[in-house]
């Protein structure tokens, strides 16, 4: 069950101020906290949700150990992967991975504070719109100016760090990091993103009852789709999604709402995501160009420089997606460096990068 450290805001009905604005702040749970984290906090803030309204986030905060520098920590702002869209999946209430709390832990070691958004929805009412750029971006830009206004000892300077749903979430940042902060005081950087899911739009946009699935995906491509159909129903209501889907399809987008990433995988394991639907997703008037605006990454207006890493056995996100958005951004002259892990798979990517990325880091903040 989730421990939400004495903030629990499935239900909240508060005021919402702007965005960023910091609206409860307590002691996280040690049981949820970091072992190199020295004090760590659960914070409740406001930001802007994917129907661009008003909402409430949540967040955890963890500073290193030792006195901060002048100036105080530089900042992390670290993007989760995949969890779930139910509240019982939410990161800021639950123990980390095991890699998780390595590569957390080891930002930590290195003198920076981590601000971990869970994203609006997860934790907070409403429905967490799944890789939705926009919104994401705006969870993750106010969870780090909320994380300031703590009054806590946090240097304007920050970078933001995802893996998977949050590599997307993280580029999605990097893009927008500028323009969300503006008027804040705050210093963004620059990115760290692994596993990132790019041009994944144009996949679900062919979504149909002939679809074919890698085989090599398993049971968590299932997972994947049914969030990202229940999400983007859940945001683009006025298109109908439920009338190209089959009663298994349906009950997919029901079971997501709530099971988190493994209980979902195991409960559609029989299924492949073309059982999910009994005409083509594109047979919607207008379904391709939402698909682009709802999880569409760009690939022009960054004015930071981005990190791209690549585990080449990566069964979850076809490498072949962050070659083809890399190649997409050296055209358009972004500043993008690109990393391969020719042994590193989806999750080991993570810690494999962390000898180039965190000299990449240093360089950013200094």
């Known amino acids: 069950m989730p421990n939400w450290s004495e903030l629990d805001a499935t239900a909240y009905a508060g005021p919402i101020s702007g965005g960023g604005a910091l609206i409860e702040s307590v002691p996280l749970d ?15 803030y406001a930001t802007t949700n994917a129907h661009d309204r008003p909402a409430v986030s949540t967040a955890a905060l963890f500073l290193p150990v030792g006195a901060p520098p002048d100036g105080g920590w530089p900042v992390v702002a670290w993007a989760h992967g995949t969890v779930g869209l139910g509240d019982d999946c939410t990161p800021s209430a639950l123990p980390r991975s095991d890699r998780d709390v390595e590569y957390l832990d080891h930002w930590l070691e290195q003198g920076y504070a981590v601000v971990a958004s869970d994203y609006v929805g997860l934790g907070t009412p409403g429905l967490m719109s799944y890789l939705d750029t926009v919104s994401t971006a705006h969870s993750i830009v106010d969870s780090v100016v909320a994380g300031h206004a703590t009054g806590l000892p946090l240097s304007p ?20 990091a500028t323009e969300f902060s503006a008027g804040s005081g705050l210093d963004y950087r620059g990115a760290i993103a692994t596993g990132t899911p790019a041009f994944i739009e144009e996949i679900v946009a062919t979504a149909g009852p002939d679809l074919v699935v890698p085989p090599e995906l398993g049971p968590i491509a299932n997972a994947y789709a049914a969030y990202i159909l229940a999400a983007f129903s859940d945001v683009r209501s006025d298109l109908n999604v439920d009338s190209v889907l089959t009663p298994v399809g349906r009950n997919a987008a029901v079971l997501a709402e709530t099971a988190c990433t493994r209980d979902l995988a195991d409960a559609l394991a029989q299924w492949r995501p073309n059982d999910f639907f009994a005409a083509p997703l594109a047979s919607l008037s207008g379904v391709e160009q939402a698909l682009a605006d709802y999880m569409g990454i760009p690939t022009s207006g960054y004015d930071r420089p981005i990190f791209l890493g690549v585990g080449l056995q990566d069964r979850d996100v076809p490498p072949s997606s962050s070659f083809r958005l890399n190649d997409a951004l050296v055209a358009a002259g972004q500043p993008v460096e690109l990393h391969v ?12 990068s962390m000898p180039d990325s965190t000299p990449f880091l240093q360089r950013l903040m200094s």
Do not use: C, E, F, N
């Not at 040690?30 to 409740?44: K, T």
């Not at 892990?341 to 494999?352: F, I, K």
């Open 30 to 44: 040690p049981a949820v906290s970091l072992p190199a984290a020295s004090a760590a906090y659960r914070i409740l």
């Open 157 to 176: 300077k920050w970078a933001v760090i995802g893996q998977s749903q949050g590599g997307a979430g993280a580029l999605g940042t990097a893009r927008y």
């Open 341 to 352: 892990y020719p042994d590193d798979d989806h999750s080991s990517a993570v810690l494999a």
